[in-house]
């Protein structure tokens, strides 16, 4: 197993989760007995990856005053601070002075459950610039899909058709070089980057998998991940 770090991006406002957030930070909010950081500490760790980059702002001491350095986790913390919202490549940029080696970037608002270990061992076996986590989602439309021709004639009829698509988990596996691509101290999107990194031929890679993972980022969508996380709980004691 190749030691990496792991950045997690813990500054976001959580504007969506008020008045949920309004004095305590989105990766502080509870889920089950633990933060949702503190699961998302516990996944890396189980990955291999016990060396820990928190970028953090809003709140800040909330996470510092219960992480501290790690230890009581099993893990070594640093912190990158900022004094703004930066977005995620924005946050992500004022961890670049601990970074210089292949590393994890993982959004804060988002529980997992896939092998980081194999994620981090397909980035270094096709030597990629930057490996995205791609969940296999699968939706079906609310209506009728009409096909035509562009004279107008209906070709086909498909009623509520299934679609899939890989969509964007919020973890990646990254070279060093990804921060040339992020200005400093200014609001900057990961899609940016990639995009960016792209056009510079830089090859980017992406890891599916069919294993979920939630997503945090309103206040349905957190009631949502603390019913099934209890249902997993209870599953376990079982």
Known sequence: MILVKAVILAGGLGTRLRPLTLKTPKPMLPLGKKPILEHLIDWNKRNGVKSIVLCVSYRKEKIQDYFKDGKKFGVNIEYAVSKKPLATAGQLKTAEDFINDTFVCVYGDSIFDFSLKNMIKQHKSKKAFTTMSLYEYKTNLQYGVINTTKT????NWEEKPEIKANIN???YVMEPNVLKYIPKNKPYGMDDVIKKAMKNKKMISGFITKKGFMD????ESYKQANEEFAKKSKKRKK
């Open 152 to 155: 107008g004639k209906v070709t």
């Open 169 to 171: 988990m919020g973890c």
């Open 216 to 219: 945090i980022g309103n206040k």
